[in-house]
């Protein structure tokens, strides 16, 4: 039972397996037609042709066949009514000689011996020549005996139907029909036309009964003809096709080609190559596109190296500033220290304002810190000392340096860690200086809700969560929390003396690993703050061990049945949440 | 870089120049001024020239009893239908099964059929087909010339479907017409004796819708000789040979067959085909390919349409001389018509009867001999400086002696009244032999001329109701020689005698009778007096076209004349190139052999 059941489950995993392979071949074609103008211009220019040269070729073939054919038959027919007078001249010949003898034409057959009849389709076996001009067939119903074909013509090549139209008209009326031939000597019926009609013998009343004659034109030399330039139509109208998409592939070759390259370019100029330029050749639209997408990225080029210059200013001022002010802090702070160590003499309303300096003092130092950290990354000067760490290990340092202030809250957290060890090539003091500033935000935003932190972990990455239950984030936020000295409600004071900064380092901590710090939030429901690291260092980061929305969250919402538009990727570093 | 820009230029202009001209060429649909690019389409297809048949009709319920013997006539006539089926219909189911068609034909020429008159509400009838019968065909095909008339009742009966045919003779009634619609007089070459020579079998053979004349016709020469030739000839072609197709290309007919045969006999083969197709497709020459392959691995088998001409050159022989006598010595006619006397004795001397005309031999060192006046003896001499006349064979009333083509005289020695003995001689060995001729033992042989090929010999025969020409073949050679198959050709009545018999080729010959009558005659037609004959002939001579006979004037002066078509005109220049009749002028003209 076992073995078909695996067998079963196999091929259905095959089956599977193709119409895998068969999707993302297809959706790999869609692709690369999507996104090619060569190949979709030179597709569309052979489907236009196609249907052009196929209704052309079906309209020419039909002239032709129908001219061919009826000048054939036309031939075929003032040859059959000059046959027909030469029998009518035979028939009448001897009769008229013999007229005195009895009228009935089966004795006065055997009287002459021959019958006139077989003498004219003698003659008219020898006008028609060989078998493949035309036959000739002759009967008279009435007369017994009277039934003549030339050479190997059968019989049943006239059908019933044209014989009862003959019979039907008038005397001397063609009766014309495309029928298969039936020839002795062949084993295949060839197409051809029989023209038959009853002879006309109003001048000649001594003649009895009706005399059918039917000529059998083949024609298989015509549709030998026919059919090879059928043939040939199809060849030149395929050859016109590919000609066609040739051109046209060769034409949008010549356009599509310097769109290439300026796209390439536009690529390399996004990327920061600001010295790329195009070349100009000609004096072509595509030589002057060329010419203003040049003029555009040297504008550009100055625009950026200005703000850049503007903005080294700033920074360098920003720096300096923090630099300058932590000789003077220094001696205020000590000064402060003094006043703080002997508060406890001056009377309470000075002791509680040593106390207060005490505190901004410490504020305005990490802030200067901050400051000078953040101003160390815009100028690209820090650096990872990288280690193999255990992450859950880091997260429960974070923890525990967070494990006083969450006290003040009343907050608890809710660790969720995995089982086995979660190692990560990382700089351990900068991660756990971000899971310190997730777990200090969550604290100030939480409002003494429990504190989720999940750590998770598969091949390539890990990550760790920050859930908080608090008032969330409104939507378009999720970006702008890592923004510089950015506050939900401008209106509201930090608790917990936040610098405005702490976000902004991490995220700049994140990007230094190459990995992703990103945030969800929405009203009422809380917020969740997630950090995904590449095991190895360097590594690029394809996905998230964990998900961006709270999984309770999103089976609520398919619950409800009301999908909410895709969440836009937190970061701005291009990175997507791919799970 | 001025010469390359004019190069450039004239390439340009001649570029245009050949676009123009296509385009304008492409105007005009129908060219002028130019033959048409057309295969010639050849002289249509020869191997099958056109002709009618009749085709079977179904019995009509309304017809009379006459008119159902008419169409059964016309039925057996049918061709193309094997087993007469449609005919069968026509005879009642009793009859159907007893009536055997392929018992052979008569072949007659109708007269009115009697009828008795039929009373009201009959369901049985007489009907007599009357005419004369000219001719039968047996199953072989072979046809035969007959006299006789012909009387053949049927007996009808009347049934649910109308008149049928419930008694009548067996074999096939054919008219003349229908005769001639449904055979086909083929020539077929057969070899003579050893591979020499080729031997005409004449036959009708019937036609087949399904096939075409050149085929059935090879098929007909693979089936081998008819009867009246069978061990008087042989044939190239290996036993069981079949013939795949015959087919034209290029004007050129192709014969394919299954087998190839030796490569001594393959020139005796080409002269076969050659001749039994060459009244078919005269002029075209011919190939044969064996399944379809060329005949030799290297090379294609190509036969010229004269071939069977150069294999035996007594099928057309050019520059044959007559020979005549003339001041008692044996003359031969040179080619200014003057004649001049034979080398040796006969030139000068001729032991033989001034009434009998000499044998001249066809081949090796020539022989004339001469049958003496009393008939007893028979002189040879060779056409040498120094031929003498010798006695070869005596007897007791010998007839003109004739040879054949292997160097053997042959005379006849009517030994009583109504008994002859058939002697054959070979001149190599001077051995003489009596021939076996049952037929003849009995008659009083008046005649006996053997043809050109070696094979037919022509006897006339005189016998108590008067004389006949018989036809017949040479079997066997030396003491094994043998006369068969005699069949009648020419009946004479008592007015009529037989002076002379001359073989014109291999098939037809001609007679002469005492009324100075010339008939030519064949085993395949009726004898007939084809050419106006004046009074006064005494001997004839023929070969091929020439027709030479001697002329004796009612003042008896003699001279040679020859047939030319359309008229005699005296033949023999004397010295001064005149042509007239003189006394003891030329007389007893002779060809060699036949």
Redesign the interface.
């Given at each position: 039972m076992a073995t078909p059941k695996k067998r079963r489950r196999t091929l259905r995993q095959v089956a599977r397996g193709v119409r895998r392979r068969a999707r993302r071949a297809a959706g790999r074609l869609r692709r690369v037609f999507w996104r090619s103008l060569q190949l979709r211009v030179v597709t569309s220019t052979m489907v236009i042709s196609i249907v052009v040269v196929a209704v052309l070729g079906v309209f020419l073939m039909q002239q032709i066949q129908q001219s061919v054919l009826e000048s054939r038959v036309r031939a075929a027919i003032s040859e059959a009514q000059a046959d027909r007078n030469a029998v009518l001249s035979i028939l009448t010949q001897p009769e008229r000689e013999a007229s005195e003898q009895s009228a009935d034409s089966g004795e006065a057959a055997q009287r002459t011996g021959d019958s006139p009849l077989s003498q004219a389709t003698e003659a008219l076996a020898q006008r028609a020549g060989s078998a493949s001009r035309y036959s000739v067939i002759i009967r008279n119903e009435r007369l017994p005996g009277e039934f003549f074909g030339t050479t190997n013509i059968e019989p049943k090549s006239v059908p019933d139907r044209v014989r009862a139209e003959v019979l039907k008209n008038e005397a001397g009326k063609n009766a014309s029909w495309f029928v298969p031939l039936h020839y002795a000597d062949r084993a295949e019926p060839v197409p051809g036309v029989v023209i038959g009609t009853r002879l006309d013998t109003t001048g000649a009343p001594q003649l009895v009964g009706d005399y059918e004659i039917y000529h059998l034109v083949p024609l298989d030399r015509e549709e030998k003809m026919l059919a090879s330039l059928q043939q040939m139509l199809i060849v030149v109208g395929s050859g016109l096709v590919l000609l066609l998409a040739a051109i046209a592939s060769l034409v949008t070759r010549q356009v599509v080609i310097p769109v290439r390259l300026a796209r390439q370019a536009a690529e390399r100029l996004a990327a920061g190559k600001l010295d790329e330029r195009l070349k100009v050749r000609g004096e072509d639209d595509l030589a002057r596109l060329a010419a203003s997408f040049n003029e555009m990225a040297a504008n550009l080029a100055l625009k950026i190296h200005q703000l850049e210059e503007l903005s080294q200013v700033q920074r360098q001022f920003v720096s300096d500033v923090s630099h300058e002010l932590r000789t003077p802090l220094t001696t205020v702070r000590m000064a402060a220290d003094l006043l703080y160590d002997a508060r406890e003499d001056f009377d309470p309303m000075v002791a509680r304002s040593a106390e207060l300096m005490q505190n901004q003092l410490e504020r305005f130092e990490s802030m200067l810190a901050d400051l000078l950290e953040i101003s160390r990354y815009d100028a690209g000067a820090a650096t990872l000392d990288v280690d193999s760490v255990d992450v859950r290990d880091v997260v429960l340092r974070a923890v525990a340096d967070s494990e006083a202030l969450a006290e003040r809250h009343s907050t608890r957290f809710d660790l969720r860690l995995p089982g086995e060890p979660c190692m990560a090539e990382m700089d351990s003091r900068r991660v756990e200086r971000i899971l310190r500033n997730l777990l200090f935000n969550a604290i100030e935003h939480g409002e003494g809700k429990d504190i989720v932190v999940t750590v998770g972990a598969d091949r390539d990455a890990v990550a760790v969560a920050v859930r908080d239950h608090g008032v969330g984030l409104k939507p378009g936020e999720e970006n702008m929390v890592f923004d510089r000295f950015w506050r939900a409600d401008p209106s509201r004071a930090r608790t917990i003396g936040g610098t405005g900064l702490g976000l902004a380092i991490s995220r700049e901590d994140a990007m230094l690993h190459g990995g992703w710090l990103q945030a969800w939030g929405a009203p009422g429901e809380g917020s969740q703050f997630r950090l995904s690291l590449p095991r190895t260092a360097g590594a690029e980061l394809r996905g998230s061990p964990l998900p961006l929305v709270p999984p309770e969250v999103e089976m609520r919402r398919t619950w409800r049945g009301q999908m909410t538009p895709v969440l836009s990727p937190a970061s701005a570093d291009g990175g997507s949440d791919e799970d | 870089m001025r010469t390359e820009a004019t190069a450039r230029r004239r390439v340009r202009a001649a570029a245009l120049g050949v676009v123009l001209s296509c385009v304008t060429a492409a105007c005009s649909v129908v060219p002028t001024g130019r033959s048409p690019v057309v295969e010639d389409a050849g002289k249509?297809?020869p191997l099958?020239?056109?002709?009618?048949?009749?085709?079977?009709?179904e019995?009509?319920a309304d017809?009379t009893p006459?008119?159902?013997v008419?169409?059964f006539?016309?039925?057996m006539a049918s061709i193309?239908d094997g087993k007469y089926e449609a005919a069968r219909r026509y005879l009642t189911d009793d009859f159907a099964a007893r009536w055997r068609p392929e018992t052979g034909a008569t072949v007659y020429?109708?007269?009115?059929?009697v009828t008795s008159p039929l009373p009201e509400g009959a369901t049985a009838a007489r009907v007599t087909l009357k005419g004369t019968v000219t001719a039968v065909i047996d199953r072989e095909g072979r046809y035969r010339p007959r006299g006789g008339t012909l009387a053949e009742l049927f007996t009808l009966v009347k049934g649910p479907a109308g008149w049928r045919i419930s008694s009548g003779p067996d074999g096939l009634l054919l008219?003349?017409?229908d005769a001639d619609?449904a055979y086909r007089l083929v020539d077929l070459y057969f070899l003579g004796p050893k591979g020499q020579g080729l031997v005409i079998d004449q036959v009708q053979m019937p036609v087949d819708?399904?096939?075409?004349l050149a085929k059935t016709t090879v098929e007909r020469l693979l089936a081998g000789p008819s009867g009246s030739l069978r061990g008087a000839v042989e044939t190239a072609f290996e036993p069981g040979t079949e013939l795949i197709d015959v087919t034209t290309e290029n004007n050129r007919v192709v014969v394919n067959l299954t087998r190839k045969v030796p490569a001594e006999r393959v020139s005796a083969m080409s002269a076969q085909l050659a001749g039994t197709l060459s009244r078919l497709a005269s002029g075209s020459s011919f190939e044969v390919r064996v399944n379809g392959e060329p005949y030799h691995t290297d090379a294609s088998l190509l036969i010229d349409a004269q071939e069977y001409v150069k294999f035996d050159r007594w099928m057309a022989p050019a520059d044959v001389s007559p020979y005549y006598l003339q001041d008692g010595g044996l003359r031969v006619l040179g080619r200014e018509n003057v004649g001049g006397p034979v080398p040796g004795k006969a030139g000068t001397e001729y032991p033989g009867s001034p009434a009998t005309p000499p044998a001249v031999s066809g081949s090796g060192p020539l022989h004339a001999a001469a049958l003496s006046e009393d008939g007893k003896r028979i002189s040879v001499a060779a056409l040498t400086p120094d031929g003498q006349w010798e006695d070869w064979i005596s007897g007791n009333d010998l007839v003109q002696p004739s040879w054949d083509r292997h160097d053997s005289l042959w005379t006849a020695d009517r030994t009583g009244l109504q008994s002859s003995v058939v002697l054959r001689m070979y001149a190599d060995d001077r051995r003489q032999y009596r021939v076996a001729a049952p037929e003849l033992d009995t008659v009083e042989v008046t005649a006996l001329k053997v043809a050109r090929d070696g094979v037919h010999v022509a006897v006339a025969v005189k016998d108590g109701t008067g004389e006949r020409v018989l036809v017949g073949t040479i079997v066997g050679e030396r003491a094994d020689s043998r006369i068969g198959n005699l069949q009648p050709v020419m009946d004479g009545d008592e007015k009529q005698t037989i002076e002379d018999i001359v073989w014109k080729d291999g098939t037809t010959l001609y007679v002469l009778t005492g009324k100075s009558e010339l008939f030519e005659a064949s085993l395949i037609a009726e004898a007939q007096q084809t050419i106006p004959s004046p009074p006064g002939i005494r001997s004839i001579a023929a070969l091929n076209s020439s027709l030479l006979a001697w002329a004796v004037d009612d003042d008896g002066n003699s001279q040679v004349i020859k047939w030319n078509g359309k008229q005699w005109e005296p033949q023999v220049k004397d010295d001064n190139g005149s042509v007239a009749y003189v006394q003891d002028g030329p007389a007893l003209p002779a060809f060699p052999l036949g």
């Open positions: - | 249509g297809n099958n020239p056109p002709y009618a048949r009749v085709i079977a009709m019995p009509d017809w006459e008119q159902i008419t169409g006539r016309a039925a193309g020429r109708p007269a009115p059929s008219t003349e017409a619609r819708p399904a096939s075409t």
